[in-house]
């Protein structure tokens, strides 16, 4: 075997592992538009079926996530240290994960609307887990598009701010409104898991930004 053919081998066996963290972002997107549309749904029937369309996903995930880890196991050489690579789509796992978590308890409450603030935190979802699809479509050029992939992570951390900022206004406004105290702890309830959501997708550009400092 020549040096290129050894070189393309090389890099077959590294471009194994970019479609699946291309696909675990791509079912973070559907899954964070499933959940917006809950909130605008105008029926509890409605919602169910977004949220099975979201376990639909979540569950996906889980069989990317097996794969993903049954390669890294059987693969001699991969693009980037193996424990970066495990965490990394550990951490995309777990926001499918997270996401799923707010399809649950939006569905379980059963509110009949929303305010601004927690329709903007998930339209901040949507858009956070559309950055980290751009993030990983552009990993495997991932020496020369370095700037880039710095930038989208830098937009997801403001993204996670903003939602801080909606979750506490979201608080503030809570205990003005009159509620009954199961009112309250529910409404407390659903906002701290969808705040949550949005720091798992800040956790995974986190460890993108960390395995970008090591090449």
């Known amino acids: 075997m020549n040096f290129n053919q050894f070189l393309q081998k090389f890099v077959a066996k590294e471009e194994r592992f970019f479609p699946l963290f291309i696909r675990q972002a791509e079912l973070a997107v559907k899954a964070s538009e499933y959940l917006r549309a809950m909130l605008d749904a105008e029926d509890q029937e409605t919602r169910e079926d977004l949220r099975k369309k979201i376990k639909q996903q979540e569950k996906s995930g889980d069989d990317i ?4 880890n049954h390669q890294l196991t059987i693969r ?14 550990q951490s995309m ?8 978590d707010s399809a649950n308890v939006v569905a379980t409450h059963a509110f009949e609307s929303f305010g601004d603030n927690i329709k903007n935190m998930t339209d ?10 751009e993030i990983m479509n552009k990993m495997p050029d991932m020496l020369t598009k370095a700037d880039e992939i710095y930038q ?8 996670e701010h903003e939602n801080d900022d909606h979750h506490d206004e979201y ?17 407390k309830d659903m906002v701290h898991i969808i705040e949550k959501t949005t720091d798992f997708g ?10 970008m400092t090591k090449q």
């Open 93 to 100: 796992d777990d926001l499918l994960d997270r996401i799923d």
């Open 202 to 211: 800040k956790y995974c550009a986190d460890k993108v930004r960390s395995i």
């Open 124 to 133: 901040n979802i949507v858009r956070e887990c559309g950055y980290l699809l």
């Open 65 to 68: 996530l097996l794969e993903f």
């Open 171 to 187: 608080m503030n406004q809570l205990f003005k409104r009159g509620l009954d105290l199961i009112g309250i702890i529910k409404r």
């Open 76 to 89: 001699t050489l991969t693009p980037f240290d193996r424990d970066d690579m495990h965490e990394l789509a």
């Open 152 to 159: 989208l992570c830098i937009k997801i951390k403001e993204i």
